[in-house]
């Protein structure tokens, strides 16, 4: 419906539709999310699809823009390419497919790939119709396969050391460099248990230096991470407590405490089946 304006021009009354009734029942049923962007990057179509991979209805998103909820890095490399896009003339696509960092309705970021067709020119406003999915588990799921990849390289290397010298103090030090690649720290040390006197030595120290942890030192393991293993011949985790809970629970790690140390991970070494240390 028109009416016209004192020049004699057709004006709009109401507007067409966004996407005629043959398109939209192709896409209403669609697993992955179909979008109509303006060329101005805000929303003007989103297919009911879109709750399930970023939360939101579409009207919640319609009419706002797409690079706002993206991650700024990749809004950055984005709203760059959709510009030099939709001012030639002579291309017809947004590029190959692409995956980008997208806001959740509920705040954390999910992975989305896709990718965009530019519309010719018609009686409407040109569009931007892109086709996107979900790919945060896939992607999460390569990167548990790398991780794991890079865990038994590191295993490898570790067995390989042990195995290449007689040299004990020189493979510490080894073995410490290959802990760095798996767990961030900022010191180690590894000690030696003496089951006859119950009490362990400091054989090796890297890191973070407190006066009560250096190579040498004997010490009583009682109010410390090592004897919770020497009991449970399991990993130990102490964080998340402040220095009163520290001081009743694990008092040997107080010293630590006020040198800066909140988070301490004590693991078992065994020889043999036999608990040899921390």
Do not use: C
């Given at each position: 419906?028109?009416?016209?304006?004192?020049?004699?021009k057709p004006?709009?009354v109401?507007a067409?539709?966004?996407?005629g009734p043959?398109f939209r029942?192709?896409?209403?049923?669609a697993?992955?999310?179909?979008?109509v962007l303006?060329?101005?990057?805000?929303?003007r179509?989103l297919s009911?699809s879109v709750q399930?991979?970023?939360?939101?209805?579409p009207h919640?998103?319609e009419?706002?823009r797409?690079?706002?909820f993206m991650?700024?890095?990749?809004?950055?490399?984005l709203?760059e390419v959709f510009?030099s896009?939709i001012?030639?003339l002579?291309t017809d696509?947004v590029g190959?497919?692409r995956?980008?960092?997208?806001?959740?309705?509920y705040?954390?970021m999910?992975v989305i790939?896709?990718?965009?067709?530019?519309l010719?020119e018609?009686?409407?406003?040109?569009?931007?119709?892109?086709?996107?999915?979900d790919i945060t588990?896939?992607?999460?799921?390569?990167?548990?396969?790398?991780k794991a990849?890079e865990?038994?390289e590191?295993i490898?290397e570790?067995g390989r050391i042990i195995?290449?010298?007689?040299?004990?103090?020189n493979v510490y030090?080894?073995?410490a460099?290959?802990?760095?690649?798996?767990?961030h720290?900022?010191?180690l040390?590894?000690?030696i248990y003496?089951?006859?006197?119950k009490?362990?030595?400091?054989s090796?120290w890297s890191?973070?230096?407190?006066?009560t942890?250096?190579?040498?030192?004997?010490?009583?393991?009682t109010?410390?991470?090592?004897e919770?293993?020497?009991?449970?011949?399991?990993?130990?985790?102490a964080q998340?407590?402040?220095k009163?809970?520290?001081?009743?629970k694990y008092?040997?790690?107080?010293n630590?405490?006020?040198?800066?140390?909140?988070s301490w991970?004590?693991c078992?070494?065994?020889n043999?089946?036999?608990?040899i240390?921390?």
């Open positions: 419906m028109t009416i016209s304006d004192s020049t004699g004006t709009a109401d067409p539709p966004v996407i043959q029942a192709l896409i209403e049923t697993l992955d999310v179909m979008a303006n060329y101005d990057g805000t929303f179509y009911p399930r991979a970023v939360g939101y209805l919640e998103l009419g706002k797409a690079f706002d991650h700024d890095e990749d809004a950055l490399v709203r510009q896009v001012s030639d002579d696509t190959d497919p995956s980008f960092r997208f806001r959740h309705k705040g954390h999910v790939e896709a990718v965009s067709t530019k010719p018609g009686p409407e406003p040109p569009w931007i119709v892109v086709n996107a999915r588990d896939r992607v999460q799921a390569q990167e548990d396969l790398r990849a865990e038994a590191v490898a570790i195995s290449s010298t007689f040299d004990i103090d030090g080894l073995f460099d290959q802990v760095k690649k798996l767990i720290f900022d010191s040390s590894i000690g003496d089951e006859e006197t009490r362990f030595r400091i090796y890191g973070f230096t407190v006066d942890r250096r190579p040498g030192t004997v010490i009583d393991p109010g410390t991470l090592t919770a293993i020497t009991t449970a011949k399991a990993p130990q985790i998340g407590m402040n009163e809970e520290l001081r009743n008092p040997y790690l107080i630590s405490y006020e040198a800066g140390m909140r991970l004590a078992p070494m065994f043999r089946g036999e608990f240390g921390p």
